[in-house]
């Protein structure tokens, strides 16, 4: 069976999700487990459901190594969960398959590339942050009005959860998170 999983970081990439699940349906996939989240987080619900609804013969398809694994280590762990149960990778974009001696050796090798590009591209923009700190053009978030933080904290009362409360004001789940104690 073909299992697809898609996400997407954040309700502004509709069209990502949109377009990831197009393609996991248009290369067959029976099952298809699709979030909204952060991959920062860590935890991402959908994609465990997905990790455990693979059995012996199933192959989980991705439409980039960046859905599956955030990290070297997490690439690992990811594959080695998928492999104990006898399953395989595909991701579409880089047209790799784990079901072949190739196409693991061509995962490890890209797998170790995406973590280097990842590191180089977070270090240049800790560079550019520092320099437009001290350029005095950086000045940080710009907290959110009295009104929507009052507007949490009803919300949050009424038993509404987290991220409800961020749809429903058009806010990070994160700032839901930092102010619904105010």
Do not use: H
Not at 54 to 67: P, Y
């Amino acid at each position: 069976m073909k299992i697809g999983y898609a996400r997407q970081s954040t309700t502004n990439q509709k069209n990502g999700l949109e377009n990831q699940i197009s393609q996991l349906q248009k290369n067959k996939c029976e099952k298809i487990f699709s979030e909204e989240i952060s991959s920062v987080a860590n935890k991402r619900p959908e994609f465990t459901k997905a990790l455990e609804f693979c059995r012996e013969g199933d192959t989980l398809l991705v439409t980039s190594l960046s859905r599956f694994a955030r990290s070297i280590s997490d690439l690992w762990k990811n594959l080695e969960i998928i492999q104990s149960k006898g399953a395989d990778l595909q991701i579409l974009d880089m047209n790799l398959d784990t079901s072949t001696p190739t196409g693991k050796l061509l995962l490890n090798l890209m797998g170790s590339i995406y973590q280097f590009e990842r590191e180089i591209l977070l270090e240049r923009q800790m560079v550019g942050i520092a320099k437009a700190k001290a350029d005095g053009k950086y000045k940080g978030r710009k907290p959110l009005s009295k009104a929507i933080r009052e507007q949490i904290k009803v919300l949050k009362e009424n038993g509404i959860g987290a991220t409800e409360i961020a749809k429903d004001l058009g806010i990070g789940i994160a700032s839901v998170y930092r102010y619904q104690k105010v």
